[in-house]
């Protein structure tokens, strides 16, 4: 079966897609719990290779094959590139016909698994290990990566909307992919089409989306790589919002408040009038980030735009000066190879330490042991090794909520106080991947759009089609 160029669309059926059996591979650990369903390491027995099965989550399903997961499947079968995580197949551990009173039932109930190339950590995890620092061309080595991944995505039409760190895939190698499209969304059928607007995780969920914006593009997924950007370079997430309303506070306290000057439109947008602040705010990025390389804090400015006709697309992103200058970003394969880091494991880690401390304290103070919360509370859901995760996981909706686990709270990176560190200078970038600075990257790997068109124009921000931030027609 004939499968597309690296960089253009797979339209071809892809073998494999439900035919075999999860039997067919060997659980060797769980390395992830996402809302929808559990991540193991795997080995195919047949050839041994390392893979990660997603194991979707089906309690809720009665009818069949559950919408975001069919979404999930046929955006990842079409998506052809380097910096995306690579659906190989789809299995089944198909579950009994019929229930105990013969009454048919969803045949997939057993179980489906998604089964995609192994990455030995993410970003989150990555970065909560302990003593762990970035360099300079180290974050512009995995910037490069992220914007490239999803140039690619925005101009075949497909919106992420959950990019955080938790699904920037990083292997040993150094290459990093976008992964998790479980709330991704392909706007090529009808770019006017209204939206929901609860996506994104909270902390890097886009001013627009938090004020009820249903017509979006892809500046959405921009907000959320200026989130990454700024927390790699600071150290610690820039706004850790506990709900919508401060959210928005954070955001307005650091970029300003939104109105008709800076945001053309804002007025209109539902629920402009409820959040609006009361007192003046105004925009203070270049005050708190002073201490950032001026070219860093121009490109942070432009990612961290409030209105998102006037945000940077990914394709101008990715030919910002910073990127290009001294110190430049490294070779991905000269990156240091880590012991598997998953943010699964680094929240195992936390609750562990937390345990320790609290066994520690009750020693000191000859109290009794206490019965571990989620030793009650997995009694009644599920037993067994993978207890921890019950109780740990946060309230239904977390996905549209804060990051989960220890990743959720202050310093996960453990830099240096003005969050540069100047490491790795002169460390230079040998793979050839990016083209030099100002020049076209070659079309194997950003390739051509989708009508053949070169996908290295002129700079542009995004047409704005609707009041609110809409993608217009074309915005790839
Ligand atoms: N291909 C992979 N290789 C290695 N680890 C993976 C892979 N895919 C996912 N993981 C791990 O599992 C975690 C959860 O995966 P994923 O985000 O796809 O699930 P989800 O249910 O959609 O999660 P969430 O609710 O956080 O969005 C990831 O953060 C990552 O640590």
Redesign the pocket.
Known sequence: MAVAVEGQLNTHELPSYGSRSVDCFEKIEQ???????Q?YMARDKSTGEIV?L?KLRMENERGGFPITAIREIKILKKLNHENI?KLKEVVISPGPEKDEQGTPRNKYRGGIYLV????DH?L??LSNRPGMRFSIPQIKCYMKQLLTGLHYCHIYHVLHR?IKG??L?IDNEGNLKL??F?LARSAAKDQNANLTNHVITLWYRPPELLLGATKYGPAVDMWSVGCIFAELLHGKPIFPGKDVPEQLNKIFELCGAPDETNWPGVSKIPLYNKFKPIRPMKRRLKDVFRHFDPLALELLESMLTLDPSQRICARDAIVAEYLWADPKPCDPKSLPKYESS???RAKKRCQQRRQQEEAAKRQRFQLPPIQQAGQARTAQTRPGPNRFMHWSRPPVGH?HGMP?GPSSGPNRYTSNQGGYDGSGVGLGYGSGVYPPQGQAPPHGLLGRGPHGQSRWGPPSNYPQAGPHGGPGTGWS
Not at 116 to 119: G, K
């Open positions: 390395i992830g719990e996402g809302t929808y369903g991540v990660a997603k995580i995609f190339e192994y990455m993410d989150m995890g959950d938790s699904n895939l992964a998790d479980g998953h943010e699964f996905r989960r």
